[in-house]
């Protein structure tokens, strides 16, 4: 997927960006992750449909243990399946955050339709509504490089400042031991992918999975991030 120089995508990024904004709909993909039906309404990410968030939907699935009885914070949280999943299996406490108020809404239906309501939810531009401390962060951004015009499009496309803003400010937000978990794909993978920049903003790095593309050239990963204790 390339794009130019002048913000112009090629026919694969228009595509998804046009498939953002038709109709809202139902699906029943997350039901072998515990969550029967999730709604997903009209401008917000379709994660049954991305790359890495369905791959760490099912990560985060078979691996509770990275979230059993601890406080989360689902960043970019969009529909919300992935904070739906360590709600539902053994988080003491799930915050959802996004820019779009839609995808708030959205969580909140989801939250609704699967686990009764809880959580709480809370919008705003990447971490300033976030007014506590977590044990785990849950952050899946935005991987193609563009300068969004609305939140469609938020859900697709970041500028550099994004991720640099992310890492340069997330370290308040964490508890002692607090850890961010990321996915990433080496398709995407330019200067400012977490496997490139976490080091730079002193964090520490642990991939937990490695997923091979059938091509064998490129592979999805999961990257655990914490505070540098050296």
């Keep these: 997927m390339k794009i130019s120089s002048k913000n112009t995508y090629d026919k694969d990024i228009l595509n998804l960006i046009k498939d953002l904004s038709c109709e809202g709909y139902f699906t029943h993909d997350f039901e072998s992750l515990g969550l029967p039906l999730i709604a997903i309404l009209k401008t917000v990410f379709r994660t049954d449909k991305s790359y890495l968030g369905s791959y760490l939907a099912s990560y985060l699935y078979k691996n509770p243990q990275l979230?059993?009885?601890?406080?989360?914070?689902?960043?970019?949280?969009?529909?919300?399946?992935?904070?739906?999943?360590?709600?539902?299996?053994?988080?003491?406490?799930?915050?959802?955050?996004?820019?779009?108020?839609?995808?708030?809404?959205?969580?909140?239906?989801?939250?609704?339709?699967?686990?009764?309501?809880?959580?709480?939810?809370?919008?705003?531009?990447?971490?300033?509504?976030?007014?506590?401390?977590?044990?785990?962060?849950?952050?899946?951004?935005?991987?193609?490089?563009?300068?969004?015009?609305?939140?469609?499009?938020?859900?697709?496309?970041?500028?550099?400042?994004?991720?640099?803003?992310f890492f340069s400010g997330v370290s308040k937000y964490?508890?002692?031991?607090?850890?961010?978990?990321?996915?990433?794909?080496?398709?995407?993978?330019?200067?400012?992918?977490?496997?490139k920049l976490a080091g730079s903003f002193g964090f520490y790095l642990q991939e937990l999975n490695r997923d091979i593309e059938q091509d064998g050239d490129n592979y999805r990963y999961v990257v655990l991030i914490e505070k540098n204790k050296l």
């Design 67 to 165: 979230f059993m009885n601890k406080v989360v914070l689902d960043l970019g949280c969009g529909a919300g399946v992935l904070g739906l999943i360590a709600q539902k299996n053994g988080a003491k406490h799930v915050t959802y955050s996004d820019i779009n108020p839609i995808a708030i809404k959205n969580s909140k239906i989801n939250s609704i339709l699967n686990d009764n309501g809880r959580g709480v939810f809370v919008t705003g531009d990447l971490l300033k509504p976030i007014k506590k401390k977590y044990d785990l962060i849950i952050f899946n951004p935005p991987n193609i490089k563009g300068i969004p015009k609305n939140y469609s499009e938020n859900a697709l496309l970041r500028e550099d400042v994004l991720i640099k803003k």
């Design 174 to 195: 964490l508890t002692n031991e607090g850890k961010i978990i990321m996915p990433g794909s080496t398709r995407f993978d330019g200067p400012m992918s977490p496997l």
